[in-house]
């Protein structure tokens, strides 16, 4: 089963990476996609010029794409410029990304952005807010829309609820799509003494469309889990991976991030090939096949 506003049966499955700066001129030389599919962000690609933006746009016009916005602001009030919205519907089209995804969190105010993925109070005003804010950005998109959790380090204000039922009842009252990120999941256990497994539990994994897992980074002094994507994924991380894939019961796509502290492309397509094989064992009994294989091209 699956959301009205999310697709089902699309190509896309196996562990993909995000097409970052660093790698670009290399990527774009090779004659095939060394990945099942990238993650790229619209917003470092729409309305650039120069040697990089041509890189980029020989990468995904020969190469799976999903693409994963950054500063849509889902939990804030500005409204969205008509411009950006028309260059993100054009983009969205030209790269065939099967669906698009944002972060369920606040980033601007007045017009200013902080830059930052600011979490939403958990309250039942903020849920109806939510809803309304996810159903008036996907009535502007082509492609279906999932919003993404993400990890917080203090709660906005007297929380009504848990998070737990706040992501729930925005996705329900939203009926799209989820891009669960695990290593969120991850964080917020540690930070907040929550078992990440019993969280995973009630939630709707029917609407996951994607994965998210990556690195962070741990400070023993603060006793404090940062979410910074700097670092290779570790094993608790990659073992609750393999717990959830299961429970969607479905091939779902799963993305390695790393933003900071990026390593060789070598060292990243091998940290990759090390989580497929993960993927692959996780899934097994729905005998996994297809694009998660190995790298694949545009047809």
């Not at 999310?6 to 097409?19: A, D, H, I």
């Not at 890189?55 to 969205?80: K, N, Y």
């Not at 799509?177 to 540690?190: A, E, K, T």
Request: aromatic content about 8%; overall charge negative.
């Amino acid at each position: 089963m699956t959301p009205s506003g999310t697709p089902s049966g699309t190509p896309f499955s196996g562990v993909g990476v995000g097409l970052r700066r660093p790698h670009l001129a290399q990527v774009a030389a090779l004659k095939a996609s060394p990945v099942p599919f990238w993650e790229i962000a619209p917003e470092n690609v729409v309305g650039q010029g120069g040697t990089r933006h041509r890189q980029v746009m020989q990468i995904l016009e020969r190469d799976p794409v999903l693409t994963h916005g950054l500063s849509m602001s889902m939990g804030g009030f500005d409204a969205w410029e008509r411009d950006v919205l028309d260059n993100l519907r054009g983009f969205l089209k030209a790269t065939q990304s099967p669906w698009h995804s944002e972060h369920l969190c606040w980033s601007s105010f007045g017009g200013a952005n902080t830059h930052e993925l600011l979490p939403m109070p958990f309250t039942r005003e903020a849920v109806q807010h939510s809803i309304l804010r996810t159903r008036q950005l996907q009535a502007e998109l082509p492609v279906p829309f999932l919003f993404e959790n993400v990890s917080y380090y203090a709660e906005l204000g007297a929380a009504e609820m848990s998070e737990k039922q706040f992501l729930a009842e925005v996705l329900e009252g939203a009926d799209c799509g989820w891009l669960l990120d695990i290593n969120n999941v991850y964080v917020n256990s540690r930070n907040h003494s929550f078992d990440a497994k019993e969280w995973l539990e009630g939630m709707p994994l029917h609407r996951v469309q994607q994965l998210h897992i990556a690195g962070h980074a741990w400070f023993e002094e603060d006793q404090l889990v940062i979410d910074t994507h700097g670092a290779p994924v570790i094993d608790p991380v990659i073992e609750l991976m393999q717990w959830v894939l299961p429970r969607i019961g479905r091939a779902v796509p799963v993305l390695l991030e790393r933003d900071n502290d990026i390593p060789a492309l070598e060292e990243l397509l091998a940290e990759r090939a090390a989580l497929q094989k993960a993927y692959d064992v996780a899934l097994d009994p729905l005998s996994v096949s297809g694009p998660g294989s190995g790298g694949s091209s545009r047809g």
